[in-house]
């Protein structure tokens, strides 16, 4: 959300997704931070496509 809100970048929003897969404290399963940073990937490649 904040990053198709423009808060942070997308690769701000992949690298606190990194961070997340790092912590032994989360949570949240790896598959679904990997299935959200795919997600976030797809995105960044389509506006940079776009951009260019």
């Given at each position: ?8 970048t ?5 690298n ?37």
């Amino acid at each position: 959300m904040l990053a198709s809100d423009s808060i942070i970048t997308y690769k701000e929003a992949m690298n606190a997704c990194a961070l997340l897969k790092i912590c032994k404290d989360t949570r949240i399963p790896i598959e679904s931070i990997d299935d959200f940073m795919n997600k976030l990937m797809y995105k960044y490649l389509l506006i940079e496509n776009i951009l260019q």
